[in-house]
């Protein structure tokens, strides 16, 4: 019996293959195809998916792989740029726009899973069919030596647009956003990818003048991404001959058979599934949802599901929450995802239009937007991105501030004197901080069984003009910058996955704590070898 089988070894399976390591659970990860695809795909990583690689400690392997942060220029028919993204925020601790080259960025998180025992993969693997009641997922699968069926607590999809789960599942796929004269998005664009990269800029080019939309950026290792919109009446195969190709490369470098990497033609799709599950099957990544690259979100949103329903996942079978827990996946990453895909297709329509009246528009709008200092930032540090946050799901008070949102990365002064990113004090399950002087707060009795099942890791954070000193219960660290200081006197609890749980005092302990059980519903804590502490 496995806790968790996972079909599809991409960045989403890969994550959560990841995780279920770190967490200690028996996972077993499939994958059809006989290893990784060597054709690159995604091209961008933001600052959200860094921390998840570094809360699975891979991001020292995948920083010698990406080319970090970098801007976007976008141009007009002058080839001026009529607008630039520069972002320099890092509010969670990494650039926000960082490069990858796929192949070579899913080797390092294939690696990540190798160090675990109780994760096993298997390559030139199928999924046949699955069936489910209230206990277990009865798996069938098929390799080269036949079929045979496996048994596991829960089973993830993390296979893809043409997800087999989804399909089983019987859960449809519904449009998000559409084209500005109200028909689908569904776009086809020639995709090429060259090495030896001889263009100079770094940053990501959008060509947005009619009447063909065009994009470059370079990714990683001499690799630059070439993207163009198919047009009308444009036949796909004729579109990838050499000569085609050099045509359309040749505005910005000369084309050279011998450096092609992959060429292709792609449809951009704006999709998202009904539900994000049933039962104790779930859909994961690209299985949930298919989101335009414009944004380069489509990555990272699978990234961002795998982080949130793993952890879920560790609780329920270690006996610390109810089942129902997990009904929070959907409710808190639909709603974002959707977001997500709303903003690509925005910029899609906006950006890349086709339209010369639209571009007009759009050029006169960004003209006006370069004058006014606060748009100005608003565009440039990509504060036009959906924020990690969430309007229900497993919180208590959502209400209340800070609560739903992600905990950003701020640094610290510990006890050296050195000022650290809070991530390196805080533990992969929950993370209690208590803000204020030793004076004025400290921890309660958490003896009872809710705090006893999450068992959280425990951090002071005093105010500036506090020296930081040893403390035989948690971790002491100052803030010197004042980041907390509307928070002082309080306890902010932290979940696994980085957001904030609920904010309380010390007189709103027990009515927390009660708040806590009904949430979470804990009923035992289990100990087995292969199993770490959340």
């Known amino acids: 019996m496995y806790d968790v089988i996972i079909v599809g070894a991409g960045p989403s399976g890969l994550i959560a293959a990841n995780l279920c390591g770190l967490y200690g659970m028996k996972t077993l990860l499939i994958e059809r195809n006989a290893g990784i695809s060597e054709i690159p795909k995604a091209i961008l990583v933001d600052d959200e998916t860094l921390r998840v690689i570094d809360r699975i400690g891979l991001y020292p392997k995948v920083r010698q792989v990406i080319t970090p942060g970098g801007g976007a220029d976008y141009f007009s028919n002058k080839m001026k740029p009529f607008a630039s993204v520069r972002p320099t925020e890092m509010s969670f601790g990494y650039p926000k726009r960082n490069k990858i080259v796929q192949p070579i960025f899913e080797k390092v998180l294939l690696e990540g899973v190798r160090r675990y025992s ?29 079929e045979m069926t496996l048994e596991a607590l829960y089973l993830l999809g993390c296979d893809g647009g043409r997800s087999t789960v989804r399909k089983q599942l019987g859960i449809k796929l519904k449009e998000v956003g559409s084209k500005k004269n109200g028909s689908s998005f569904e776009e086809p664009w020639v995709i090429v990818d060259l090495k030896n990269d001889d263009v100079k800029t770094r940053h990501t080019s959008f060509f947005c003048d009619p009447p063909r939309p065009a994009m470059h950026a370079y990714t990683a290792f001499g690799q630059r991404r070439y993207e163009f919109m198919l047009l009308d009446g444009e036949d796909p195969e004729e579109m990838l001959r050499d000569e085609k190709l050099a045509e359309l490369i040749a505005p910005y470098t000369q084309y050279k058979p011998e450096n092609l990497v992959k060429k292709a033609v792609v449809v951009f799709n704006a999709l998202v599934a009904e539900k994000f599950g049933e039962g104790r099957v779930f859909l994961v990544g690209d299985s949930a949802h298919l989101t335009p690259p414009f944004a380069g979100q489509g990555l990272n949103s699978g990234v961002r599901d795998a982080f949130n329903i793993v952890w879920k996942i560790k609780l329920v079978i270690e006996g610390k929450a109810a089942h129902s827990i997990i009904e929070s996946y959907e409710k808190e990453r639909k709603e974002h995802v959707e977001a997500m895909i709303r903003l690509s297709v925005r910029m899609g329509n ?119 000193r040893e403390m035989e219960d948690s971790t002491p660290l100052t803030d010197v910058n004042n980041v907390l200081s509307m928070y002082r006197n309080k306890f902010v609890l932290i979940r696994p996955d980085f957001y904030v749980m609920g904010v309380f005092s010390a007189e709103e302990f027990d009515s927390l704590t009660e708040k806590l059980q009904d949430v979470l519903e804990p009923k035992m804590v289990m100990e087995e070898s292969y199993r770490v502490a959340l």
């Open 118 to 146: 109780n994760v096993e993969i298997r390559y030139t693997t199928e999924l046949i069919s699955f069936d489910q009641n209230e206990e277990q997922v009865k798996v069938k699968i098929q390799d080269g030596s036949g």
């Open 350 to 468: 906006f950006i890349l239009t086709t339209s010369k009246k639209r571009k007009l528009l759009r050029d006169a709008a960004f003209g006006v937007m370069k004058m006014v200092p606060p748009i100005k930032r608003y565009v440039t540090e990509m504060r036009f991105k959906p924020k990690p946050i969430c309007s229900k799901g497993l919180f208590i008070d959502i209400e209340k501030p800070l609560v739903g949102e992600m905990f950003k990365q701020a640094t610290y002064m510990n006890s050296e004197a050195e000022m650290v990113p809070i991530d390196r004090y805080m533990e992969s399950g929950f993370n209690l901080l208590k803000i204020g002087a030793p004076d004025e707060i400290s921890f309660p009795n958490m003896d009872g069984l809710v705090w006893k099942a999450i068992n959280p890791n425990k951090i002071s954070i005093y105010p500036e003009h506090f020296v930081t």
